[in-house]
């Protein structure tokens, strides 16, 4: 089976940088992903990460290390839309399926 | 549309009743996924679909019953709702292959009563 944890909850200031982290423990691994869920509405894609490094889109960076079964979100430049939850997930060793962790609530202040 | 919708938005229904949560994609991906998300929780998977008439379960499928008859549609059947069944649902779709994002619908919210 597989399992993630990540922090539940994080607060920071409009501008700051952010990390989230993800370790996990998994049977099968493809890779690991990046989802954003604002308050009522629907997990959208962020990232993904099949190889170890880092992996820039705009002001979110996404890093993985398969060796320390473990991955970090970074958010820069915190915007007040950007607060949301986070949710990392691996995807399985078919590559179809996804295991999600328990989401990092991410509240930004002014 | 262009899409995945899911239907309906929201539900209230009684202990014991049948539900149908229906959803549609128009992408021909062929993948399709059902995950519940209670309260504060992340996303746990129902049960998956790689190509029509073939399913799977996932994490929790106990209690819920699938069907893809059709590539575009992957429907959701409570068989008989219990209070524990409260959620909200995800359907979700994947192309598969090289792809990596899923797709999200817009999310059901079922109330047992």
């Known amino acids: 089976g597989q399992s993630l944890e990540q922090p539940s909850e994080v607060t920071a200031v409009e501008g700051a940088i952010v990390q989230i982290n993800c370790t996990y423990q998994t049977s099968g691994f493809y890779g690991l992903s990046w989802y954003q869920q604002h308050d009522g509405g629907a997990p959208t894609f962020l990232s993904y990460?099949?190889?170890?490094g880092l992996e820039e889109t705009g002001r979110f960076s996404s890093f993985l290390s398969r060796s320390d079964s473990y991955g970090y979100l970074l958010l820069q430049e915190l915007q007040m839309k950007d607060s949301a939850s986070y949710f990392c997930?691996?995807?399985?060793?078919?590559?179809?399926?996804?295991?999600f962790g328990g989401g990092t609530r991410v509240l930004v202040k002014p | 549309d262009a899409g995945i919708t899911q239907s309906p938005r929201y539900k209230i229904t009684e202990t014991g009743r049948q539900v149908t949560l229906m959803c549609h994609q128009t992408?021909?991906?062929?993948?399709m996924f059902w995950y519940r998300q209670d309260l504060g929780h992340g996303l746990r998977l129902i049960y998956y679909?790689?190509?029509?008439?073939?399913?799977d379960k996932g994490e929790v499928p106990d209690g819920y019953v699938v069907s893809r008859s059709k590539t575009e549609n992957f429907p959701l059947t409570l068989e008989s709702a219990t209070r524990s069944q409260t959620s909200v649902y995800f359907c979700a779709s994947f192309p598969g292959g090289r792809g990596y994002e899923q797709y999200f619908g817009p999310g059901t919210r079922l109330t047992v009563t």
């Open positions: 990460n099949a190889l170890d």
């Open positions: 992408w021909s991906h062929s993948y």
């Open positions: 997930a691996v995807r399985d060793r078919a590559g179809n399926k996804l295991t």
């Open positions: 679909s790689a190509a029509a008439d073939i399913t």
